[in-house]
């Protein structure tokens, strides 16, 4: 298996386990989040188009590493998995260190 | 812009998102403690993991447009940047999604 997808889907996971498992913040109930990263993604195909751009990208991958999969443009599909991992833990963080109280719901303790 | 690019386009995703900090009043850029308790443990984790897979070679960055100026353990100042930046934006665009919100319910 290519090293960018598995470690990208795994990052993905490992940030999900993080927030439903430990920091508890509730923001994947939180419609915000979902509508945040819908805008995310949509930005990310110029900036990372232009980043991807054949023939001429800034970031150069070595094409065993990629799925082979490149969509929309030239993006390899894998980093909106990545991105995915890298702002939700972010926000995540960002929700953490927030007042307590505001950042979600009150908590259900089991 | 030359070795300049990969920075101008992070500058551009910068100041595109900054009216999100005052017309939605994101208050991103204004709590820069809480930010940075957001961003600091993106660019270790995910900047650990840069640095490998550049020793690995599974990626490189074009020396066209990169400076060729990188940080002791071999991580370039521009991923540096994209750790911090692309991350700032996914902040400054949820607390403007949140703001937003607030506005159609009138609160």
Known sequence: MPAYPVFSVLAALAVIALELLWLRTGIFRRSAYWIAMVVVFAFMIPVDGWMSKVPDPIVIYDPSVLSGLRFPIDIPTEEFVYAFAMVTLALVLWERAGPRGESSRPRVRA | MGKYEYLALLGACVLITLPLEFVFRARVWRRPRRALRALVP?????????????????????????????????????????FLVIPLCGLLTYEAIKTLMRWFRGT
């Open chain 2, 42 to 82: 993106v660019v270790v984790v995910f900047g650990i993991w840069d640095v490998i897979a550049i020793a690995l070679g599974h990626w490189e960055f074009n020396p066209r447009f990169v400076t060729g100026v990188t940080l002791p353990p071999g991580l370039p100042i521009e991923e540096l940047a994209f």
